[in-house]
Antibody, heavy 119, light 108 residues
Framework: EVQLVESGGGLVKPGGSLRLSCAASGFTFSSYTMNWVRQAPGKGLEWVSSIDSSSGYIYYADSLKGRFTISRDNAKNSLFLQMYSLRVEDTAVYYC????????????WGQGTLVTVSS | SSELTQDPAVSVALGQTVRITCQGDNLRTYYASWYQQKPGQAPVLVIYGNNNRPSGIPDRFSGSSSGNTGSLTITGAQAEDEGDYYCNSRDSDGNKVVFGGGTKLTVL
């Protein structure tokens, strides 16, 4: 069974850092581009970042202003999101999702991990 | 960057047909894909590309595209189809990704 499991969320103070992980299983992780998508409470989905299979192409949403870093470890079937200088508005459920392009489509998604930024 | 515009809310009578749309200039170049999200759950892919359904998605879900608009059609809506529906696509530069704001579907 193809599965993605996020971890690492929690409560952090404004200005703090947090590292999210996504463990993949049931497929050849090293062959796929992976993405992070977030959803603030009661709001819509927002794409955060993508990384291709060999970490050669990495993209971020303009709104992040360089505060997040995506990475992966293909040997460990894992995807990461390092978040710095966290703001209250970064509070959201963070999902990892496999990119099945072409054409673009995300399947499956993990269950998400909640990041709360609050003093 | 590009934007994808969706109606915030749509309703449909049980058993009737409903179309949910997604508009954006980048859809003239790239297909939209569609996701269903129920409360407290992760999104689930329902349609991608030129009307492709993943395995396990009922055939009452279909997709189409015309000009700058992508559409998701549910033919014979069921109570379990209630939820939020999101479209996404490539950004105009072809590298980044953009999501629509989502449409809340109510089945009456």
């Amino acid at each position: 069974e193809v599965q993605l499991v996020e971890s690492g969320g929690g409560l952090v103070k404004p200005g703090g850092s947090l590292r999210l992980s996504c463990a993949a299983s049931g497929f050849t992780f090293s062959s796929y581009t992976m993405n992070w998508v977030r959803q603030a409470p009661g709001k819509g989905l927002e794409w955060v970042s993508s990384i291709d299979s060999s970490s050669g192409y990495i993209y971020y949403a303009d709104s992040l202003k360089g505060r997040f870093t995506i990475s992966r470890d293909n040997a460990k079937n894992s995807l990461f999101l390092q978040m710095y200088s966290l703001r209250v508005e970064d509070t959201a459920v963070y999902y990892c999702a496999r990119d099945m392009s072409p054409p673009l489509h995300f399947d499956p998604w993990g269950q998400g991990t909640l990041v709360t930024v609050s003093s | 960057s590009s934007e994808l515009t969706q109606d915030p809310a749509v309703s449909v009578a049980l058993g009737q047909t409903v179309r949910i749309t997604c508009q954006g200039d980048n859809l003239r170049t790239y297909y939209a894909s569609w996701y269903q999200q129920k409360p407290g759950q992760a999104p689930v892919l329902v349609i991608y590309g030129n009307n492709n359904r993943p395995s396990g998605i009922p055939d009452r879900f279909s997709g189409s595209s015309s000009g700058n608009t992508g559409s998701l059609t549910i033919t014979g809506a069921q109570a379990e189809d209630e939820g939020d529906y999101y479209c996404n696509s490539r950004d105009s530069d072809g590298n980044k990704v953009v999501f629509g704001g989502g449409t809340k579907l109510t089945v009456l």
